[in-house]
């Protein structure tokens, strides 16, 4: 939804009147300090401007007291309420914790990826970025520091609550990815974010990004170098790489939000001004631990892209919010590292190695989604050495009915293909032994009619 003339900051008695409004309406969590362009039914009503207000949720008006109704009209213009959700540090989101890429514990540090201060469950590596001649991760305040954190303390990764669902052990030196550098607390006028100094090898050209290959979404490092910072404008198309939602695609939609965000416990809620909102494309652009992540302008060479602003809150409507890099950067004193080229592809040996005791972490991905009714494997990490147990299912996509004495190839990449019969219900089952430590997507063929 591209958004016309929206850039002119409120005059300071249509911000005194917004603020004045919010403080009396219980359903109000913001408001915009540009003008917007009306929309109506998902569409903008061109020539028309108006004030832009947030609401945790709408309710009809008959089922609210007129005291609580948002004026229709501010110091001579309309309003426009938009229903974005109760907003609050990405942490306190639902976390989901299946094990992929991003939560596992990685031998070479990249931006994208599972990390936090053992105090705290987990958050995402934003990038890598320059200080005084010297590289550090970014992230968030609340995933790199939190209410008991301190400088010099170490920083796990994965992030401590990881290490439990992923790799059922308690959090240790043996995860040890970093230590706590600077931060800003949150508060007015400051922003959410920590340098991380690595203490183990790391490469900061490289991002957990799914490419196409053959019509196939495959994860695996990527090259991409950030040029930023550079200030994002409404219609901006952005993406970012996170702990739990991985690659995700967003519009943005505000770049001047005054927004209450819910910290939760000792700290409550915090009003933030000038925020960036990112509505997400198909998805919720922000999910539980994806805090600290790194939203990127969608433009020009995918191997280099701006770095636009730092993530730390989300909605319950899938809204994202971000300080604006170029911020951060000024309050942290950090800058991106130059260079005009795009960083070469990595080695293909080594990407990833989840912990010291060689395990195999499997991600489980079928290339005939409508034929194979389920493809799966006992669990997703297995010790080197131990036999990849795995099944499926193979059906006719318009009825259901079973695919029966048919070949059904199973590609684990560099590993190798085997192949599987079905059975007379469509299943089939078996082992994959002698996988080497590392990371695969193991993708189910049918080659049939």
């Given at each position: 939804?591209?958004?016309e003339?929206?850039?002119?900051?409120?005059?300071?008695?249509?911000?005194?009147?917004?603020?004045?409004?919010?403080?009396?309406?219980?359903?109000?969590?913001?408001f915009?300090?540009?003008?917007?362009?009306?929309?109506?039914?998902?569409?903008?009503?061109?020539g028309?401007?108006?004030?832009?207000?947030?609401?945790?949720?709408?309710?009809?008006?008959?089922?609210?007291?007129a005291?609580?109704?948002?004026?229709?009209?501010?110091?001579?213009?309309?309003?426009?309420?938009?229903?974005?959700?109760?907003?609050?540090?990405?942490?306190?989101?639902?976390?989901?914790?299946?094990p992929?890429?991003?939560?596992?514990?990685?031998?070479?540090?990249?931006?994208?990826?599972?990390?936090?201060?053992?105090?705290?469950?987990?958050?995402?590596?934003?990038?890598?970025?320059?200080?005084?001649?010297?590289?550090?991760?970014?992230?968030?305040?609340?995933v790199?520091?939190g209410e008991?954190?301190?400088l010099?303390?170490?920083?796990?990764?994965?992030?401590?609550?990881?290490?439990?669902?992923?790799?059922?052990?308690?959090?240790?030196?043996?995860?040890?990815?970093?230590?706590?550098?600077?931060?800003?607390?949150?508060?007015?006028?400051?922003?959410?974010?920590?340098?991380?100094?690595?203490?183990?090898?790391?490469?900061?050209?490289?991002?957990?990004?799914?490419?196409?290959?053959?019509?196939?979404?495959?994860?695996?490092?990527?090259?991409?170098?950030?040029?930023?910072?550079?200030?994002?404008?409404?219609?901006?198309?952005?993406?970012?790489?996170?702990?739990?939602?991985?690659?995700?695609?967003?519009?943005?939609?505000?770049?001047?939000?005054t927004?209450?965000?819910?910290?939760?416990?000792?700290?409550?809620?915090?009003?933030?001004?000038?925020?960036t909102?990112?509505?997400g494309?198909?998805?919720?652009?922000?999910q539980?631990?994806?805090?600290?992540?790194?939203?990127?302008?969608?433009?020009g060479?995918p191997?280099?892209?701006?770095?636009?602003g730092?993530?730390?809150?989300g909605?319950?409507?899938?809204?994202?919010?971000?300080?604006k890099?170029?911020?951060?950067?000024?309050e942290?004193?950090?800058?991106?590292?130059?260079?005009?080229?795009?960083?070469?592809?990595?080695?293909?040996?080594?990407?990833?190695?989840?912990?010291?005791?060689?395990?195999?972490?499997?991600?489980?991905?079928?290339?005939?989604?409508?034929?194979?009714?389920?493809?799966?494997?006992?669990?997703?990490?297995?010790?080197?050495g131990?036999?990849?147990?795995?099944?499926?299912?193979?059906?006719e996509?318009?009825?259901?009915?079973?695919?029966?004495?048919?070949?059904?190839?199973?590609?684990?990449?560099?590993?190798?293909?085997?192949?599987?019969?079905?059975?007379q219900?469509?299943?089939?089952?078996?082992?994959?032994n002698?996988?080497?430590?590392?990371?695969?997507n193991?993708?189910?063929?049918?080659?049939?009619?």
């Amino acid at each position: 939804m591209k958004q016309e003339e929206h850039t002119m900051e409120l005059t300071s008695a249509h911000v005194q009147a917004l603020e004045l409004v919010k403080a009396t309406k219980p359903n109000i969590v913001g408001f915009s300090t540009s003008y917007h362009t009306r929309v109506k039914g998902g569409k903008e009503v061109p020539g028309s401007r108006c004030l832009r207000v947030y609401l945790s949720r709408k309710l009809p008006k008959e089922q609210l007291p007129a005291d609580d109704l948002v004026p229709a009209s501010i110091e001579d213009f309309g309003t426009d309420c938009v229903v974005i959700g109760e907003v609050s540090i990405a942490s306190l989101l639902p976390m989901l914790s299946p094990p992929t890429l991003y939560t596992g514990r990685w031998e070479t540090l990249i931006s994208g990826i599972s990390i936090g201060h053992p105090t705290i469950t987990a958050g995402s590596l934003g990038a890598f970025v320059v200080k005084e001649g010297q590289d550090f991760m970014l992230s968030n305040w609340h995933v790199g520091v939190g209410e008991q954190g301190k400088l010099g303390d170490v920083i796990l990764q994965p992030g401590a609550y990881d290490i439990q669902q992923v790799y059922g052990e308690a959090p240790s030196d043996k995860y040890a990815a970093g230590l706590l550098e600077s931060f800003r607390v949150p508060a007015a006028g400051q922003v959410d974010a920590a340098l991380v100094k690595p203490t183990r090898a790391y490469n900061p050209n490289l991002f957990v990004s799914p490419l196409q290959r053959a019509g196939v979404n495959v994860v695996e490092p990527h090259p991409v170098r950030l040029s930023g910072p550079k200030d994002p404008s409404v219609g901006m198309r952005v993406l970012k790489e996170g702990r739990t939602s991985g690659l995700t695609r967003g519009l943005v939609v505000d770049i001047d939000a005054t927004l209450d965000v819910n910290y939760g416990g000792t700290i409550g809620k915090l009003t933030f001004q000038h925020l960036t909102v990112v509505q997400g494309i198909n998805a919720p652009y922000l999910q539980g631990g994806d805090s600290g992540s790194v939203s990127r302008e969608e433009a020009g060479e995918p191997e280099r892209q701006a770095a636009v602003g730092l993530n730390f809150a989300g909605s319950s409507e899938g809204y994202g919010m971000a300080f604006k890099m170029s911020q951060v950067a000024a309050e942290l004193g950090f800058t991106f590292a130059p260079g005009a080229e795009p960083p070469a592809p990595p080695a293909p040996t080594k990407r990833y190695a989840p912990s010291d005791s060689l395990e195999v972490a499997i991600l489980v991905e079928a290339l005939v989604p409508t034929r194979l009714s389920f493809f799966r494997t006992d669990r997703a990490i297995y010790s080197e050495g131990d036999p990849v147990a795995l099944e499926g299912q193979l059906v006719e996509a318009a009825t259901g009915a079973p695919v029966v004495g048919v070949a059904v190839q199973v590609n684990a990449g560099s590993a190798g293909v085997f192949s599987l019969t079905t059975d007379q219900t469509g299943a089939f089952r078996g082992n994959i032994n002698g996988l080497p430590a590392g990371s695969y997507n193991l993708r189910a063929q049918f080659l049939g009619t």
